[in-house]
């Protein structure tokens, strides 16, 4: 894929590590815009703390929100406020990459601003100790909007030999998809694995488990560093569900839960409990569950329809699966497979225990 421009991620990364910082850090501050996708900008840290930074030793920024479309152009200051703090994959120690989150001048939280309900959700509930587990589908496409590997005119072969693939003619963009593992490994996001998906050019990479509001923070930090990384391949990726129309699978945002009563023996009927309250709030779930989502929720392709619920061990085909595993030992977690890729994981999250165990203690 590289081209005779092109500085490796690798190149990259041992180039700023040898950096002379001079007792300076530069700190990356992201944070989630009006459309579902990431923003960033760099500010430098004249001093490191001892132990390294905490989101306590930051400042809270702002920036131009008329810009972004998060605030009017006549009261367009968006602060940012510090939540999580990592390593920076690309400018090497001491520097770091900040998740922030949104808030207007009047003291609220910006409408975008969705880990803050989501949050509060997590401290009223935590006495359940919600473990998710989120599977990030994801298509790259080329500059000219093709899938990368596809032909220029006309379809590839019909899906089958792709997913999980090895080899060339089954696989593409197998370098981006290892810079960007190794780069969430770097900064300790909680990437499990990762893999081919069914349509060519398509993708998957697995976050969790985490606990509670963590979940959604290592997965909008994993999207950041995938477009990061793709960005220095030239390559573009796609969180639509349904990037190419027609026979071609959609893209999914598969959410895995479990609590710690679902995790011992007897968690079966917890996990049945579950589902019932999911089934009885199936239209609010698929309301917050991703922009064209219906496009992809058509009873093929491994999907429930978008407005049937249902459930089945080792179904694909349903809104929520139980694993083989769970069913046969009677415990464990189950998959909601209704969220699409571009889905918000604060609000799949939030609306989960919104569903399971109430509302959130003002």
């Known amino acids: 894929m590289a081209d005779n421009q092109h500085v490796s ?6 180039k700023y590590m040898k950096l002379d910082q001079k007792g300076n850090a530069m700190a990356e501050y992201i944070w989630i815009d009006s459309t579902g996708g990431t923003r960033s ?12 930074f ?65 949050e509060k959700l997590m401290s009223t509930h935590a006495a359940h100790k919600p473990w998710f587990g989120l599977e990030q589908e994801y298509t790259l496409f080329d500059m000219e909007d093709r899938p990368f590997g596809w032909p220029k005119a006309g379809f590839p072969a019909p899906q089958g030999p792709y997913y999980c693939g090895v080899g060339a003619g089954k696989v593409v963009c197998r370098d981006i998809v290892e810079a960007h593992y190794k780069a969430c490994l770097y900064t300790g996001v909680k990437i499990s694995g990762t893999n081919a998906e069914v349509m060519p050019a398509q993708w998957e990479f697995q976050v969790g488990p985490c606990l509670g509001i963590e979940m959604g923070d290592h997965l909008w930090l994993g999207r950041f560093l995938l477009h990061r990384v793709a960005e220095e391949f030239g390559a573009k990726v796609s969180f639509q569900p349904k990037p190419i129309p027609g026979d071609w699978n959609g893209a999914g945002l598969h959410s895995n839960y479990s609590s710690e009563e679902m995790r011992v023996e007897g ?3 917890h996990i049945e409990a579950a589902i019932k309250k ?39 085909g349903a809104s929520i699966r139980i694993p083989r595993e769970t069913a046969s030992k009677g415990y464990g ?3 909601d497979r209704r969220p699409a890729s571009n889905a918000d994981p604060y609000q799949i999250c939030g609306i989960t225990m919104e569903t399971l165990y109430g509302a959130a203690k003002e």
């Open 278 to 316: 999911l089934e009885g709030r199936h239209k609010e779930h698929i309301a917050v569950y991703g922009e064209g989502n219906e496009l992809r929720l058509t009873g093929r392709h491994e999907t429930g329809a978008i407005d049937t619920f249902s459930y089945g061990v080792a179904n694909r």
């Open 41 to 52: 900008k760099s500010r430098t840290m004249t001093s490191v703390p001892e132990g390294g």
């Open 9 to 14: 991620y690798t190149e990259n990364l041992m």
């Open 267 to 269: 968690g079966m009927k």
């Open 54 to 118: 905490k989101p306590e030793d930051l400042p809270t920024w702002n920036f131009d929100g008329s810009s972004t479309d998060q605030a009017p152009g006549d009261n367009s200051d968006v602060y940012l406020k510090p939540v999580a703090v990592f390593p920076d994959p690309f400018r090497g120690v001491p520097n770091i990459l900040v998740l922030a989150e949104c808030w207007n001048a009047d003291g609220t939280p910006n409408k975008y601003n969705h880990r803050h309900e989501c």
């Open 333 to 335: 977690y189950f998959e």
